[in-house]
């Protein structure tokens, strides 16, 4: 079986609806009835069962074609010689091979030619020389796109399933009789009790839309409720808003959305 994985590149180190039409690849698998037709026969050498049984059973399948497309998009990539040391040293760090003794056990082990083993070794920077490739000319725009979602926000919360009893917090807080940390240990009912009622800093995005445009629209330190919310009512106060900036960090994090919305792209198309 892992011989026949292996051929597929199932067994690989491991490694964010948007339109990427413009900047799609078209990678097709059509090796995968060939594919599928060797995993559903017995092994010749062992008493193995047929692997595609077992693939399903695991829900492995998905993650092979994922795996499949990755490869053939980076098959143009390479690496060059410093990389690709750095890369094997690396992967022999974290495999915990200090001493060729152990190296060649590994490769024993796991039935690997060194050629093998540096294409998993170097498979990882390859995907990320490829995301690179793709999309670095598209993340300005993909930025501004996204912008509003990628602010995050730091606020306050209180949240209450009895009315009545929001009523009564939201004028003890308007009245300055007690402060919101207080309140939120004391009566909130959600996960924010044990943070004094602070949430984030956290996305907007990431909130229900209703929730993300009432926080948008508070100015800081407004006191916003109660407002009737799911199944209970919620008091509000913007502590801070913080703007997404495109560095580094946000960058990457662009260029991944990308790429598994691509991949994604590739995984529901058809074959032919």
Not at 187 to 211: F, K, M, R, W
Not at 234 to 252: F, G, H, T, W, Y
Request: aromatic share 8%; hydrophobic share 40%; net charge neutral.
């Amino acid at each position: 079986m892992i011989a026949a994985l292996r051929k597929y590149n199932v067994i690989a180190l491991p490694c964010g609806r948007i339109n990427v039409r413009p900047f799609s690849i078209l990678v097709r698998y059509r090796d995968l009835p060939e594919m599928l037709e060797t995993l559903c026969q017995p092994s010749t050498t062992t008493q193995e069962e047929p692997m595609l049984p077992r693939l399903l059973a695991y829900d492995m399948l998905p993650q092979l074609l994922r795996e499949q497309i990755i490869d053939r998009a980076i098959e143009p990539i390479t690496c060059s010689a410093d990389e690709t040391t750095e890369a094997v040293q690396r992967f022999f760090e974290q495999q915990g091979i200090y001493q060729d003794s152990a190296y060649a056990i590994w490769l024993k082990r796991y039935s690997m030619a060194p050629t093998q083993l540096e294409f998993a070794a170097t498979r990882p920077l390859r995907i990320e020389k490829f995301k690179t490739q793709m999309w670095q000319h598209h993340i300005n725009s993909y930025f501004l796109q996204r912008k509003d979602r990628l602010d995050r926000i730091i606020y306050s919360c209180v949240r209450v399933k009895d009315g009545s009893l929001a009523n009564e917090l939201y004028y003890r807080l308007r009245e300055g009789e007690q402060v919101f940390s207080e309140l939120a240990r004391d009566y909130s009912e959600g996960p924010e009790a044990l943070t004094g009622g602070v949430i984030g800093p956290t996305e907007l995005g990431c909130l229900p839309q209703p929730l993300a445009q009432i926080l948008r629209a508070s100015q800081a330190r407004q006191l916003r409720g109660p407002i009737p919310f799911a199944t209970c009512f919620l008091i509000l106060r913007v502590e801070k808003m913080i703007p997404a900036q495109l560095d580094e960090s946000m960058r990457n994090q662009l260029i991944g959305e990308l790429f598994e919305a691509w991949l994604q792209q590739q995984t529901n198309m058809p074959n032919g």
